[in-house]
């Protein structure tokens, strides 16, 4: 597992997520393999959902990098925050 786009806090998150996904995807394999079709819808959301907060967590990551490489070449950076209401 490349955890190398993932936030130095987020590391243990995004594992615990992916052992989880990989854990879902064996299970996932055996209600198939056994003609559970239900279990098997839910426990495809349930990956899907663990799946989407990996991506989360990386494109976290992936946007600090890039924040921290403009920022490197001069280019000033802030927070714009909208409040809804």
Do not use: W
């Amino acid at each position: 597992m490349n955890t190398n786009h993932f936030l130095k806090a987020d590391v243990p998150i995004a594992k615990r997520k992916i052992e989880s996904a990989e854990e879902l995807s064996i299970m996932l394999s055996e209600a198939l393999r056994d003609g559970d079709y239900e279990e098997a819808i839910s426990l495809a959301g349930s990956i899907k959902v663990l799946t989407e907060d990996i991506s989360r967590l990386a494109n976290k990551g992936r946007l600090y990098e890039t924040a921290l490489k403009m920022q490197q070449q001069g280019i000033n950076l802030t927070v714009v925050s909208r409040c809804i209401g």
